[in-house]
């Protein structure tokens, strides 16, 4: 299984003090050299952790894969198409929220969504669409034209109690066989941790995970060579 890197944070940090350190292109060499096998930013709409210059930046120093994640909007699959990172995360976004809170609702944007993925695809950008473990979402996916699925893990992650978590263990698995047999690629992720990752090892389906939060909270502490390394060596055991 490989980790990609979800840095957003690192320029959230930035942000707080409006500097220009952190410096989350700095940061991205960091987590390759330390085994990353992709990064993760996330442009939002309000800019509040990642900026266009760090995009266009990241596609420049990026060696291994550069996720850019974002909606579904005009804005921003004009600024793909510009920067041409090697995917596109299709993500919901919602001003209020503090994170991705859902899966999309593929249902209900059905037409744009193959529009967008269809623009993108003829850059050859890979599109992957951020999906909650419903296996309609895995037969939207496939209708709309995605390459890619990211089984959102959330609901997993939050589980109050075993039985809940081993309930959406079981559902994340299923829609990843699903998917995987429909020779869709299929990843993980959200608020995946050093502990909770463990069962995932066990659905080889799963190529990939984006691991933003916990990476960079222990990075505070260990340093961020270290907190991507330890997350490398979990993830390749499998
Ligand atoms: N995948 C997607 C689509 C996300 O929006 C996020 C959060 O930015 C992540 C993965 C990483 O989540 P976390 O920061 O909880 O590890």
Do not use: W
């Amino acid at each position: 299984m490989k980790l990609a890197v979800n840095i957003d944070h690192i320029a959230t940090l930035r942000e707080a003090r409006g500097e220009i350190e952190p410096d989350p292109v700095i940061a991205a060499g960091i987590c390759e050299l330390a085994g990353a096998e992709g990064i993760v930013c996330h442009l939002r709409e309000d800019r509040r952790h990642i900026n266009d210059r760090d995009v266009r930046l990241l596609r420049e120093v990026v060696k291994t894969k550069l996720d850019l994640e974002m909606a579904a909007t005009d804005e921003m699959v004009k600024i793909a198409c510009e920067v041409l990172p090697d995917l596109v995360t299709l993500v919901p976004e919602n001003r209020k929220e503090l994170t991705t809170e859902g899966g999309l609702n593929i249902a209900s944007m059905k037409d744009r969504l193959t529009d967008v993925i269809s623009e993108l695809s003829e850059k050859e950008i890979f599109v992957s669409l951020f999906i909650d473990p419903d296996p309609k979402n895995v037969d939207l996916a496939l209708e709309v034209g995605a390459d890619i699925i990211e089984i959102h893990t959330g609901k997993y992650a939050n589980s109050v109690s075993e039985d809940a978590q081993i309930q959406e263990l079981s559902k994340i698995g299923s829609v990843a066989r699903m998917a995987s047999e429909m020779d869709l690629i299929v990843t993980a992720g959200h608020g995946l941790n050093y502990f909770n990752i463990f069962p995932f090892l066990n659905i080889p389906e799963i190529r990939e995970v984006s691991i933003g939060h916990s990476i960079i909270s222990k990075a505070v502490y260990v340093g961020l060579q270290k907190a991507v390394e330890d997350m490398v060596k979990i993830v390749s055991k499998f």
